[in-house]
């Protein structure tokens, strides 16, 4: 009440500053990653060290203890494309059940996923058949359906090494978490 009386300025003041603390995350997770893997985002990522295809890539992945990434937001969409830089990546997310049908690796029914698809695809298109799995364009980062026999590098992703733990907004210690 008393500051709408103080003005323009105190309010926007006032709406900037909340939604800075509302786009923190309200979670943090906490643990370590061995080298060669990379820390970002609560996790460690690791790209493979030559192109193969969808198959052997996500089989790569899960001889390391991991999973072959598929990125949930703009920002960890950039990340992978920095630990692949100059090359076409792999986005672990296929259409094979059903096509149209987009599941990715660590995504549940009936939830939306992310997506960055350039703009006309997935267009399931080419003369290779179909186009069932997904690569992220080294040129602007979007994505695009693309034949999974073809042969890109690909991210993996796994949870930290050994004990991990997660503080919630208060920075205080959550029960059952990186479970
Ligand atoms: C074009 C375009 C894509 C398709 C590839 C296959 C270069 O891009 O039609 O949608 O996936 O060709 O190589
Ligand atoms: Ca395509």
């Given at each position: 009440m008393f500051w709408w009386k103080v003005g323009n300025l105190v309010s926007?003041?006032?709406?900037?500053?909340?939604?800075?603390?509302?786009?923190?995350p309200c979670s943090r997770r906490h643990g370590l990653c061995t080298?060669?893997?990379?820390?970002?985002?609560?996790?460690?990522?690791?790209?493979?060290q030559k192109p193969l295809t969808y198959d052997d890539a996500r089989g790569a992945c899960r001889r390391l203890g991991a999973k072959m990434?598929?990125?949930?937001s703009d920002q960890e969409n950039d990340f992978l494309a920095s630990l692949a830089q100059g090359s076409d990546i792999w986005v672990?997310?296929?259409?094979?059940?059903?096509?149209?049908?987009?599941?990715?690796?660590g995504s549940q029914d009936?939830?939306?996923?992310?997506?960055?698809?350039?703009?006309?695809?997935?267009?399931?298109?080419?003369?290779?058949?179909?186009e069932d799995c997904i690569k992220i364009r080294?040129?602007?980062k979007k994505w695009n359906d693309i034949a999974c026999e073809?042969?890109?590098?690909?991210?993996?992703?796994?949870?930290?090494?050994?004990?991990?733990?997660?503080?919630?907004n208060e920075g205080r210690l959550e029960v059952d978490s990186c479970l």
């Open positions: 926007l003041t006032i709406v900037l500053s909340d939604s800075l603390s509302s786009s923190t080298a060669p893997w990379k820390k970002w985002g609560g996790s460690c990522y690791l790209s493979t990434a598929a990125p949930r672990a997310c296929t259409d094979r059940r059903q096509e149209g049908e987009w599941e990715c690796e009936g939830q939306g996923i992310y997506t960055n698809w350039k703009m006309g695809e997935p267009n399931n298109a080419g003369s290779e058949g179909s080294r040129v602007d073809r042969m890109f590098l690909a991210v993996c992703k796994r949870q930290f090494v050994g004990s991990c733990f997660t503080t919630n």
